[in-house]
């Protein structure tokens, strides 16, 4: 079955540093992976999504994540933090039967400060 | 132009009650979602929809009832409110319920709050 975890339900860096959310996913068979962005009051958006293509993923805002299959992960980095950043972050896995139902995270709230 | 839209966007309810979320999508997609995020913003599948058939039931009660008039609607009915059912409720899209890689476009989010 699919799963995927992320370590920390809160992430605090100052403006100008590097961003890093974790998430490690379990699945019995190549993964379809995404990254969403929740900001304050609105539906969730996706950042980028791995579909095999490439390991390095580059996504919008200047985020990028980097599928790692022999540590089951799939870390979300920016390399210079935002106060626009200031959201909740969700890993999601889709799940690879018939219904291709998204399983998300418990997501990751990141905290930017000035 | 709003993609994917919901109406109400909050909602205030009695127990007991019954109430309607309304969500539609002018993306031109095959696939329809509703998510429910509790109060820790854990998000989780409800249903999902696929050209107006049900291809997805999660375990929800029976009083949570969707219903997809055509391909661009999917709404959702609630029977007998409970204060467990407080919370945001997510409507989303996709272009297709065949292929795992497809991005789900997600609604603004229905606050409903039960007292």
């Known amino acids: 079955a699919q799963s995927v975890t992320q370590l920390g339900s809160h992430v605090s860096v100052s403006e100008g540093a590097l961003v890093l959310l974790r998430c490690n996913y379990s699945s019995s068979v190549p993964p379809y992976l995404f990254w969403y962005v929740q900001y304050p009051n609105q539906g969730l958006q996706l950042l980028l999504k791995y579909t095999s293509a490439a390991t390095l993923v580059k996504g919008i805002n200047g985020f990028e994540a980097e599928f790692k299959k022999s540590e089951t992960s799939f870390h979300l980095t920016k390399p210079s933090a935002h106060m626009s950043d200031a959201a909740e972050y969700f890993c999601?896995?889709?799940?690879?039967?018939?219904?291709?139902?998204?399983?998300f995270g418990s997501g990751t709230r990141l905290l930017v400060r000035p | 132009d709003t993609a994917v839209s919901q109406t109400p966007k909050y909602l205030v309810t009695q127990m007991g009650n019954d109430k309607s979320i309304k969500c539609e999508q002018n993306l031109g997609h095959d696939t329809m979602y509703w998510y429910k995020q509790d109060s820790k913003k854990f998000l989780k599948i409800m249903f999902s929809y696929n050209n107006k058939e049900l291809i997805i039931n999660e375990t929800v009660p029976n009083r949570f009832s969707p219903k997809s008039p055509d391909k661009a609607h999917l709404n959702l009915h609630i029977n007998s409110l409970e204060l467990g059912d407080s919370a945001v409720y997510f409507c989303?899209?996709?272009?297709?319920?065949?292929?795992?890689?497809?991005?789900?476009?997600f609604g603004p989010g229905t606050r409903l709050t039960v007292l």
């Open positions: 999601a896995v889709s799940k690879m039967d018939s219904s291709y139902k998204l399983i």
């Open positions: 989303a899209s996709s272009p297709s319920g065949t292929s795992g890689d497809n991005e789900q476009f």
